[in-house]
């Protein structure tokens, strides 16, 4: 009778040390540090994404879509001379809309179709940015005449993002620190990181063809990368 009520005096005692250990933790949190850090990493952007487009006109829709095929596969045929890729060229927009001719409307007669309207988008990756001014005057002469933009970016963005979340664990812990020690506390260990997200801006050149002389200068400038974390740490007893 004896071995069992020390049986259930230590099973008691199990259980009683961790919940009076539970409730202390909960009733004297360990002071901690939380930091946002932010890192950036400027660079070249590489490559390069034209938004271009053929808009035709004519009396019937069979003959403004035939103008428009006709006008973009010259473009497209030599673009793809100048060593674009195929996988670089990507349709992004294809419409035919009705012209109305709405002032017969005003004098009572009804709306009135006049023509129509064929247009047809395409984005165009360059991986040469050498190349991007020649090609945008190129594709310009050969017919091209909706001109949306050029967007710049990075063929390999990852290890650029990555030195920039470097960077900001850097910088959370550098101002950690800082705080720690006007504190007059000292850092312990990380209880908690996580990635707010990271941002690849890309900067876009824009214009329009009736705007083009002899050549388009396109000036790619840099790119700035960056990348937020939240890190929080214990503060050493």
Same mark, same amino acid.
């Given at each position: ?47 390069? !994404?034209?938004?271009?487009? %053929?808009?035709?006109? $004519?009396?019937? *829709?069979?003959? =403004?879509? +035939?103008?428009?095929? #006709?006008? @973009? ?81 990075? !063929?390999?963005?990852?290890? %650029?993002?990555?030195? $920039?979340?470097? *960077?900001?664990? =850097?910088? +959370?812990?550098?101002? #950690?620190? @800082? ?59």
């Amino acid at each position: 009778m004896r071995v069992h009520k020390t049986l259930i005096l230590t099973a008691l005692l199990a259980l009683t040390v961790p919940a009076l250990a539970g409730a202390q933790a909960i009733g004297n949190p360990q002071p901690s540090i939380t930091i946002t850090g932010e890192g950036m990493v400027e660079v070249k952007p590489d490559m390069a !994404t034209i938004s271009l487009g %053929v808009t035709t006109t $004519a009396k019937t *829709a069979t003959e =403004a879509m +035939a103008a428009n095929s #006709a006008q @973009l596969s010259t473009v497209l045929t030599n673009l793809k001379a100048a060593g674009v890729a195929d996988k670089d060229l990507q349709t992004s927009g294809l419409s035919l809309q009705p012209n109305w001719n709405n002032r017969s409307y005003a004098s009572g007669s009804g709306n009135e179709i006049t023509g129509y309207t064929a247009s047809n988008q395409i984005s165009v990756r360059v991986r040469d940015l050498s190349q991007l001014g020649g090609l945008l005057d190129a594709a310009i002469t050969d017919g091209v005449n909706t001109l949306n933009g050029v967007t710049f970016g990075l !063929t390999a963005p990852d290890p %650029v993002l990555d030195a $920039a979340r470097k *960077a900001a664990v =850097a910088n +959370a812990r550098h101002r #950690a620190e @800082l705080l720690a020690e006007a504190a007059g506390v000292k850092l312990g260990s990380v209880v908690t990181i996580s990635e707010n997200g990271s941002y690849n801006p890309q900067p876009q050149y824009k214009g329009y063809a009736s705007a083009v002389a002899e050549s388009v200068p396109v000036e790619a400038g840099a790119l700035n990368l960056t990348a937020s974390v939240t890190v929080v740490w214990a503060l050493a007893p």
